[in-house]
């Protein structure tokens, strides 16, 4: 039989070990609890970037298409006034631009595309959609050219 203080000790020894397990385990349960919570916040934050830079992606694309289009419209107006006007030239077509656009421009430039040529009649040399220049044609078809000045026929829709 022990001592009785040695029982005691060993008792509160044994008692003191097994308190700080259990602190250490209740710690550790903790944190794999807020680890486990941690990881769909995680999850949900990286969804929610990821939709956020997509949808602005989308928007970005959206709106330059729909600013290539006003700039058509306008271009297009423009092209039947012109054709209203009885298709002036000289003085009569500097009289017809007053009071237009700054960078809208008459232009005669021909564009050799594929096995069609295409003559020019007015452009946007600061288009609101972006840089490079919108070209129509006399007959509307419109032309796109890039800062590289590569051209190509772009949205025609009569």
């Not at 097994?18 to 680890?35: F, H, L, N, P, W």
């Not at 290539?68 to 271009?75: F, G, M, N, V, Y």
């Not at 092209?79 to 298709?87: F, G, V």
């Amino acid at each position: 039989m022990l001592h009785p203080a040695i029982a005691d000790t060993s008792l509160e020894t044994f008692t003191t070990e097994q308190s700080d397990y259990e602190k250490r385990r209740a710690v550790t349960g903790k944190a794999k609890i807020s680890g486990i919570l941690q990881r769909p916040l995680l999850a949900t934050v990286l969804v929610g970037v990821s939709l956020l830079t997509g949808s602005l992606i989308i928007l970005k694309s959206i709106s330059a298409r729909s600013l290539h289009r006003a700039d058509c419209i306008e271009l297009r107006s423009v092209l039947q006034r012109w054709h209203e006007a009885k298709k002036p030239e000289g003085r009569e077509l500097d009289e017809f631009m007053r009071g237009r656009r700054t960078d809208l421009v008459a232009s005669n430039r021909v564009f050799h595309i594929g096995a069609a040529d295409y003559v020019t009649q007015f452009a946007l040399t600061q288009p609101r959609s972006g840089r490079g220049i919108l070209f129509v044609t006399t007959n509307g078809v419109f032309l796109w050219m890039e800062p590289s000045g590569h051209v190509k026929v772009t949205w025609n829709r009569n």
